[in-house]
């Protein structure tokens, strides 16, 4: 009885143990597919854009205007507080009017001379005239009396100038302002004296409403926008001229200005281009030399592709790419140009067309020719969440 145990046991451990066998082989042989990897896309869709441009800039005074002394003297007043909001003509400054009030007196007195003098010269010929033909008077004479008169009379004019530079200069004792504007810190006292040579200026008027932002632009930007609206790519709108600043506090200034004009030249040391608005500015706000940034309305791009910064890469050169899902469900690299950030977004202007899908997310899982599953995303929504 053990031994017919025996002979039934052991071909079952045999069969078993073999059984066992051919199932490791089977596992080793058949291997079930892995997963496809999930990722999310973004269908890109043309659509006008309208394209703007922030640059650094500084602004300038509308008008500057030095005020300077016409004539020397003695500074007797200062008739205005620095930093105070003056009008054209209004008087800043008092220069001693005592030594040319008498040279005006004194051309007054040269006048009435020659005045005098050119009415005898006058008499003188017609009284002369009548007797010329009845010899009492020579020819000679005669021409001598005629020509005093005129000199007489020019001596008169000269006179009548002289009168004219001497009023004038005593004017110029009465320093007024040249434009209106905000003057600031004057540079003499009551007591100093000043001379029309000076070096220095008795003091500074800026006109601040408007007020000049002058920014610049590299002149790759200049050609690229130029080359853009040449093939069409990008129209010139009606707002092309409109400009909107950012002040330096990080606040937006809440009036929009105008382009006056972009340099003719080429900056050599910077390789960029000035590019002048102006602002209105009632509330002196912006005062000169503020830091800003200006944001000027490039144009209007009919079919602008707008892809996540999160879907674009570059490498080492700078040179950007992104990966997308084709037709086949299979990713795609493909290599593109983006041109400038748009908030959180490149321009991209060639390597992508309308209804590529880029991917978005999951983009460290895949591969090239790596079959996925695309999922929509919606960035909007999925940035509101995080919020």
Same mark, same amino acid.
């Given at each position: 009885m053990k031994k017919y145990s025996e002979f039934i046991l052991l071909p079952s451990v045999i069969l078993l143990s073999a059984c066992f066998v051919l199932s490791g082989c089977d596992d080793k042989e058949v291997k079930a597919p892995l997963p496809q990897p999930h990722v999310g896309v973004v269908t890109l &869709?043309?659509?006008?854009? *309208?394209?703007t441009t922030e640059l650094p800039g500084r602004t300038d005074a509308y008008r500057v205007a030095e005020v300077r002394p016409q004539v020397g003297g003695i500074i007797l007043k200062r008739n205005? #507080? @620095? %930093? =105070?909001?003056?009008?054209? %003509? @209004?008087?800043?400054?008092? /220069?001693?009017?005592?030594?040319?009030? #008498? !040279?005006?007196?004194? #051309?007054?007195?040269?006048?009435?001379?020659?005045?005098?003098?050119a009415k005898l010269a006058h008499l003188t010929v017609q009284r002369d005239k009548p007797l010329v033909g009845d010899h009492y008077v020579s020819q000679q004479e005669f021409d001598t009396a005629v020509a005093n008169a005129q000199q007489a009379d020019a001596d008169v004019q000269a006179a009548r100038a002289n009168v004219e530079t001497a009023r004038i200069n005593l004017a110029y004792t009465k320093v007024t302002s040249p434009i209106d504007g905000r003057i600031g810190q004057s540079n003499v006292t009551e007591g100093a004296l000043v001379t029309t040579e000076q070096a220095n200026a008795l003091a500074t008027v800026q006109q601040l409403d408007p007020i000049y932002v002058d920014v610049t632009q590299s002149s790759n930007?200049?050609?690229?926008?130029?080359?853009?609206? /040449? *093939? %069409?790519?990008?129209? &010139?709108?009606?707002?092309?001229?409109?400009? $909107?600043?950012?002040?330096?506090n990080g606040q937006p200034y809440p009036l929009k200005g105008q382009l006056q004009f972009s340099d003719v030249s080429v900056d050599e =040391? $910077?390789?960029? /281009? $000035? /590019?002048?608005?102006?602002?209105?500015?009632?509330?002196?706000?912006? +005062?000169? %030399?503020?830091?800003?940034? !200006?944001?000027?309305?490039?144009?209007?791009? &009919?079919?602008? +592709? +707008?892809v996540p910064q999160q879907g674009v890469t570059r490498n080492p050169r700078g040179e950007a790419s992104v990966m997308l899902v084709n037709a086949k469900s299979q990713v795609e690299v493909r290599n593109v140009t983006a041109a400038q950030a748009i908030g959180d977004k490149w321009l991209v202007t060639d390597?992508?067309?309308?209804?590529?899908?880029?991917?978005?997310?999951g983009l460290q899982k895949v591969r090239p020719e790596m079959t996925v599953?695309? @999922?929509? *995303?919606? +960035? *909007? !929504?999925?940035?509101?969440?995080?919020?």
């Open positions: &869709k043309a659509e006008p854009l *309208q394209v205005f #507080a @620095e %930093g =105070s909001d003056i009008r054209g %003509g @209004e008087s800043l400054y008092q /220069i001693d009017p005592a030594p040319y009030k #008498a !040279a005006y007196d004194s #051309a007054q007195g040269e006048l009435a001379k020659a005045v005098a003098a930007d200049f050609i690229r926008l130029k080359q853009a609206v /040449i *093939q %069409g790519s990008l129209e &010139k709108s009606a707002l092309q001229t409109q400009v $909107t600043l950012v002040m330096e =040391s $910077t390789g960029s /281009i $000035t /590019i002048r608005a102006l602002f209105p500015n009632p509330q002196h706000d912006l +005062l000169p %030399g503020m830091f800003v940034r !200006a944001r000027i309305d490039e144009g209007m791009q &009919k079919d602008a +592709l +707008l390597g992508l067309h309308s209804g590529d899908r880029v991917i978005v997310s599953k695309a @999922e929509e *995303q919606n +960035l *909007q !929504a999925n940035a509101s969440q995080g919020q």
